[in-house]
């Protein structure tokens, strides 16, 4: 299968894993507890998860617990994150959130029956749907209106253009005709009907 290629695209491949596997795995870490969160960046309104792993003073997957996390947005807005342990997860808790608003997000894990704390910042994108300072170019605008029959205005004429939208005419019922005739499925099923007329009179001895 690395014939033809040689070794680059066999070293890129497995290189590739590696970043992936350990950057997932370590994206914040400290003594005793790990987060990690998906997706790694994401944008605002998406639905942002995290998991949690926590061990005990002994260093074992923490089984009896409550892990609490705190959210600190950008204007400073605090938010409580509630963490479910999974069942049979080892010290794995999970939960999520929905950022509002872009920019780096500051999380704080804590775990006071383990005594594990975690301080990471997520970053989560704003965004732009449109650019600001660049209006629409109205010339283009007006050309695609006159070779497509629409109609083109400011923001000021809206109420105008959607008056002259509820004008309009009924659009004309489309009508589609077929040529039975002309079609092979018709002419096969008559073909079958008689044949199956047939063999039955052939059946019952009518024939």
Same mark, same amino acid.
């Given at each position: 299968w690395r014939r033809g290629v040689e #070794?680059?695209?066999h070293y890129r491949f497995w290189s590739q894993v590696v970043r992936w596997m350990s950057h997932q795995r370590h994206l914040a870490e400290r003594a005793g507890v790990r987060l990690t969160f998906s997706p790694e960046t994401p944008n605002a309104g998406? &639905?942002?998860f995290l998991q949690a792993t926590v061990l005990d003073a002994s260093g074992f997957p923490l089984e009896k617990g409550k892990v609490d996390g705190? /959210? &600190?947005t950008p204007g400073g807005r605090t938010?409580?994150?509630d963490f479910a342990a999974l069942d049979g997860g080892w010290g794995v808790f999970k939960s999520s959130f929905v950022p509002k608003q872009g920019g780096p997000h500051k /999380?704080?894990? &804590?775990? #006071?029956?383990?005594?594990r704390?975690?301080?990471t910042e997520i970053t989560v994108t704003q965004p732009v749907r449109e650019k600001v300072g660049q209006p629409a170019n109205f010339t283009v605008l007006r050309e695609l209106a006159s070779l497509t029959g629409g109609a083109v205005g400011p923001t000021a004429e809206l109420a105008k253009v959607i008056e002259q939208i509820t004008l309009l005419p009924e659009p004309k019922p489309l009508e589609q005709r077929i040529r039975l005739w002309? #079609?092979?499925w018709w002419a096969g099923s008559i073909l079958f009907l008689l044949t199956a007329y047939w063999v039955s009179r052939k059946l019952a001895g009518m024939v």
């Open positions: #070794d680059k695209w998406d &639905t942002v705190k /959210i &600190t938010e409580r994150l /999380i704080l894990l &804590t775990a #006071d029956s383990a005594g704390k975690l301080e002309a #079609d092979p």
